[in-house]
């Protein structure tokens, strides 16, 4: 089994990437937001985590956490999110006999890109790619107009304007994120 490092600092700030297995023309993220929502809920309340901002698009997504004050992990809050979001499911995606043997679902890529947020301008950066993903990817024309994002929380606090991201400069920008 692999041992992966990862940069943990309890009570630290992360963003992550975590993304579908067969992420082609899958839309199975937002087909089923209600019960990714429920998952995450669920998940809260046994491992509780602030979300800072949070964008699903159809086959990955992005979010910014905030731990609590003391705990460092992540990974078994991601794991209660897949396992409930892929037990809630039908189990009708193709498998690998890999997967089949160990008892898997053919839903989530097991690992996630994770990130720690290291200051001010590494937060509002990445708050900011969450945020500026739906027009990035082609789903909308004005990041208003995608409605799985904590895009719309931000306008209502005032943090962000309505057109937020509908000049061409901020996708200028948005390049040297890659």
């Not at 600092?9 to 937001?33: A, C, K, M, Q, W």
């Not at 999110?81 to 008892?103: M, N, W």
């Amino acid at each position: 089994m692999s041992n992966y490092r990862r940069y943990r600092i309890p009570g630290g700030t992360y963003f992550f990437t975590v993304n579908l297995l067969e992420r082609h023309s899958n839309d199975l993220l937002v087909r089923h937001i209600d019960l990714l929502r429920e998952s995450v809920k669920q998940t809260r309340k046994r491992w509780s985590f602030h979300i800072d901002a949070w964008v699903v698009l159809p086959d990955h997504l992005h979010c910014v956490w905030t731990l609590p004050d003391g705990d460092e992990d992540n990974t078994n809050r991601w794991r209660v999110i897949k396992q409930a979001f892929s037990k809630a499911l039908p189990a009708t995606e193709k498998r690998s006999a890999v997967r089949i043997a160990r008892g898997e679902r053919g839903i989530w890529q097991r690992r996630f890109w994770e990130h720690m947020i290291l200051d001010e301008a590494d937060y509002a950066n990445h708050i900011d790619y969450c945020h500026i993903n739906p027009l990035k990817h082609g789903l909308v024309k004005q990041v208003a107009d995608w409605p799985y994002s904590t895009f719309h929380l931000y306008v209502a606090r005032g943090l962000y304007p309505s057109n937020w991201s509908n000049d061409s400069d901020f996708l200028d920008v948005d390049e040297g994120w890659r």
